[in-house]
């Protein structure tokens, strides 16, 4: 009867023996590494992975952290650090030092001071590591292009024996660069690897062999797991209608959330209507991860958004206006102070900058400037349930 053989093999953090399909990736990043890993020191490496949600960028990246490890025969340490956790220099650093095994002060520090302080005690004890900054447009948005320097200086920092640190930075496109200050921008010149969002094809195989590991053999057949792939791989035939696709999280996220409709059904195996609804339930281009760590007021905001979309089914769009009469109604409900009118605003701005959003001005045959909103790649009731849990974990 049981599904699952081994369901952690499905979970997001899950690393895979194998990584189909990127290759070429995890040899640049050895290659552009290559020196700072056998000669520690000797120079100071700066690379930078770009690619769509679900390109395999993060799980690539903790490939080469263990690869890293291996190959300076633990000379070199890889310090991993999710910028959708940590928004500002200071809690990268204190990341950066705890994964060190540093003593980091609580509090009372500047950033400045604590990159003083990690600078020497990695030179006192003798440490290297490369540093990965994944999403680190979230830095960006949220701490400003100063933030970035920060964390580059700790790198141009010649201690002791030589540079300390190298730093590969991880985002969604090449966009980010712009918005650095001019120095940064250009030392971290071309060293771009690129990660093209997976065909359909490909997505199958990622699928096949994640089943292998994560289901019993006769939970699903080979049709099933194509079905997913019909839903979340790049038809090379059509780019343009798969602009939101290519992405291999969604398509194990559906994999997963069918195998649980199978087991909550007491279904010997996955049948279509497993994945029918599954895909019904799956958040596509955002993540439960990027939700979680907005504010407790966007959170809020995100929830009035949703609710008031959900009541007005003829219309796509509601306006900024009504999303703030829904969002004071919500405040009261959760016993909050509303937000001012500005600061919601910047809250609508920062979330359709990370794509949870949509936003466009008044159109045709309406009067006046208004912004509207909308949301219309993720299915409502899927993401009223995850943002009002979120919001009562919250609350505590
Ligand atoms: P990104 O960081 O680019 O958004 P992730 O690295 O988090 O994407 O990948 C999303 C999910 O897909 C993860 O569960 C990851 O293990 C899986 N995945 C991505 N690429 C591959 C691959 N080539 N082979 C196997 N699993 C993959
Ligand atoms: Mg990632």
């Not at 279509?272 to 939700?291: F, I, K």
């Not at 605003?345 to 912004?371: C, F, H, N, P, Q």
């Amino acid at each position: 009867m049981a599904i699952f053989k081994n369901e952690g093999a499905l979970t997001p953090d899950y690393v895979p023996d194998k990584l189909p399909f990127r290759d070429d990736q995890l040899k640049l990043l050895q290659t552009y590494f290559d020196s700072f890993i056998r000669m520690p020191g000797s120079i100071y490496v700066k690379a930078v992975m770009v690619g769509r949600s679900g390109s395999g960028k993060t799980v690539t990246s903790k490939k080469f952290g263990s690869y890293v490890r291996v190959a300076s025969k633990g000379r070199v340490e890889f310090v991993h650090v999710s910028c959708a956790l940590h928004r500002t220099s200071f809690s990268v650093l204190k990341t950066i030092g705890l994964a060190l095994g540093l003593p980091v002060p609580r509090r009372g520090f500047s950033s400045e001071e604590l990159l003083e302080l990690i600078l020497d005690d990695v030179t006192t004890k003798d440490k290297y590591a490369i540093i990965a900054l994944d999403d680190v447009f979230y830095l960006l948005n949220y701490s400003g292009p100063d933030a970035i320097d920060a964390l580059v200086r700790l790198g141009e920092e010649y201690s002791g024996k030589g540079y300390r640190f190298s730093l590969l930075l991880i985002s969604q496109s090449e966009s980010f660069m712009d918005q650095l200050n001019r120095g940064v921008k250009s030392s971290l010149g071309g060293a771009v690897i690129e990660f093209p969002p997976y065909t359909k094809d490909q997505i199958f195989e990622i699928l096949l062999n994640r089943a292998r590991e994560a289901l019993k053999d006769s939970a699903y057949t080979e049709e099933i797991l194509e079905m997913i792939s019909d839903v979340a791989g790049v038809d090379p035939e059509d780019q343009a209608k798969s602009a939101m696709r290519g992405d291999a999280r969604y398509a194990l996220d559906i994999l997963w959330r069918a195998s649980k409709l199978a087991e909550l059904n007491a279904s010997p195996r996955i049948m279509p209507s497993h994945v029918r609804e599954a895909v019904m339930q799956t958040l596509h281009g955002v993540r439960e991860d990027e939700l979680i760590g907005l504010s407790l007021h966007e959170k809020l905001l995100l929830l009035a958004i949703v609710n008031r979309l959900m009541r007005s089914s003829d219309t796509p769009y509601i306006s900024i206006g009504d999303a703030e009469d829904e969002y004071e109604m919500i405040c009261e409900q959760y016993g909050q102070e509303p937000r001012k009118h500005t600061q919601l605003w910047d809250y609508v701005k920062d979330m359709a900058s990370r794509g949870i959003l949509e936003t466009r001005l008044s159109g045709k045959g309406m009067r006046g400037r208004t912004t509207f909103i909308s949301i219309p790649t993720e299915p409502l009731e899927t993401m009223k349930q995850a943002v009002e849990s979120m919001v009562k974990r919250d609350l505590g």
